[in-house]
């Protein structure tokens, strides 16, 4: 699977961006895929994940939770995260992933297999 997200871009306080993750191949609604950001000098964290097939279950960071809704559309080969009331704390690179081996979605870096090369979001105070 190649994952190729977009739709990052540079935002003020409290406006909406909506990311985009790409899949090649026939096999994206048998991966849970999640999102991932990495801020300047910290480590790449956890924002959302969703589960395969239907995508009936999803997770959260705390962080972005009731701010962030992450989504897919498997005829789309597509998984999005619509990102509202942003805050410069938002600021990152954001990166999409999937994984095929877990049973549920994961918060964990380690249980993804493929990313994608990531799309930056800024957001100015």
């Known amino acids: 699977v190649q994952l190729q997200a977009s739709g990052g871009g540079w935002v003020q306080a409290g406006a909406s961006l909506r990311l985009s993750c790409v899949a090649s191949g026939r096999t994206f609604s048998s991966h849970n895929t999640g999102w991932f950001r990495q801020a300047p000098g910290k480590e790449r964290e956890f924002v959302a994940a969703i589960s395969r097939g239907g995508g009936t279950t999803t997770y959260y960071a705390d962080s972005v939770k009731g701010r962030f809704t992450i989504s897919r559309d498997n005829a789309r080969n597509t998984a999005y995260l619509q990102m509202d009331s942003l805050k410069p704390e938002d600021t990152a690179i954001y990166y999409c992933?999937?994984?095929?081996?877990?049973?549920?979605?994961?918060?964990?870096?380690?249980?993804?297999?493929?990313w994608g090369q990531g799309t930056l979001v800024t957001v100015s105070s």
């Open positions: 992933a999937c994984d095929q081996k877990s049973i549920s979605p994961s918060w964990s870096r380690s249980s993804y297999d493929y």
